[in-house]
């Protein structure tokens, strides 16, 4: 076993590189695969008992609830749950962290981009209580989570949808504006089935139709569908990224290359150390000054991703 000194470059390097499109696929791939399954098993297996109702009434298509709660179709979706939800986790982090680097000095901006944190985290919390307590066993409990789930996922498609209007309206990137119109035509997509759901749901209980639950059903897969397609999106945002999380050493150095690669090898811009030949580096205690000198706010910054990337 090969022995790393402490405090080597060494370990904060990462084991394992993933592209985050990768990880977009894989992470909406799980649930979309495990939902297939558990309404195909349902339709041939348990065809009566995935569509009764209380009213009981001719149906023809289970929903999503029915479909996740008989075996072993609670098995295949809870475990293809359980795989989806840490990369959920992880993907909402990272999205975090990328509003963050956006809307640095944008006050407004950073608290929406908080609850917009909030609420990806609730709408997971929200599927896993849904996914984990069926409705055949405690229905109290899985209606909530179903309540959470898709109230926070409406909220957090709405947030972010104008998250990345403001990110839009200043990007000459193709990428970012491709993923800005998707999620928008995903959110309205989401919201108008959604109220047709509601609809089609209260008749039934009202009126107690044959088929009309299977209308309701055909809008619940189509809500959730759309929510699969929304998250999907991340493979424009990060097109070109690594799952994080990233070192903290690697940062550093992409920092300082970033600087460098603006920077001459003197802390100039290319072709200005013949016009300054007497001029000095300025320590980077100086930094604290104000200076109206381009020149020495570009060394500054040289200096202090050098003094960052040394320690």
């Not at 790393?4 to 394992?16: E, H």
């Not at 640095?104 to 609850?115: A, V």
């Not at 109290?140 to 898709?150: D, E, L």
Request: charged content about 15%; overall charge neutral; glycine content about 4%.
């Amino acid at each position: 076993m090969q022995q790393v000194p402490y405090g080597s470059v060494d370990r904060d390097k990462p084991l394992i590189r993933v592209p985050f499109t990768r990880l977009a696929v894989i992470t909406v791939c799980l649930p979309l695969l495990g939902l297939i399954a558990c309404v195909v098993l349902a339709l041939l297996y348990h065809y009566n008992d995935s569509t009764y109702t209380h009213c009981e009434v001719a149906n023809y298509l289970p929903s999503i609830s029915a479909a996740i709660s008989l075996t072993p179709e609670r098995y295949i979706w809870r475990f293809v749950i359980g795989l989806h939800s840490a990369p959920r986790f992880l993907v909402a982090a990272a999205y975090f962290s990328f509003y963050r680097g956006r809307f640095s000095r944008r006050l407004t901006e950073q608290l929406l981009s908080c609850l917009t944190f909030l609420l990806a985290l609730s709408e997971n919390v929200g599927l896993l209580l849904l996914t984990y307590v069926s409705s055949t066993e405690t229905y109290s409990v899985h209606k909530s989570g179903f309540i959470m789930f898709i109230g926070s996922s409406v909220l957090h498609m709405l947030c972010t949808c104008k998250l990345w209007s403001w990110i839009a309206k200043y990007s000459l990137s193709s990428e970012e504006m491709m993923s800005y119109r998707q999620k928008r035509r995903l959110f309205l997509f989401n919201c108008c089935f959604c109220l047709l759901a509601v609809y089609f749901y209260r008749r039934h209980n009202k009126y107690c139709e044959a088929g009309i639950y299977s209308f309701f059903a055909g809008c619940e897969y189509l809500v959730v569908l759309s929510n699969m397609a929304f998250h999907m999106t991340a493979y424009w945002d990060f097109g070109g990224s690594e799952a994080p999380p990233w070192s903290a050493e690697e940062e550093k150095n992409e920092e300082l290359n970033v600087t460098q690669s603006m920077l001459g090898p003197e802390g100039f811009p290319e072709g200005s150390a013949r016009q300054f030949p007497q001029h000095k580096e300025v320590k980077p205690s100086s930094c604290q000054a104000t200076s109206s000198s381009h020149i020495q706010d570009q060394v500054c910054l040289r200096n202090r991703f050098t003094q960052n990337a040394l320690e």
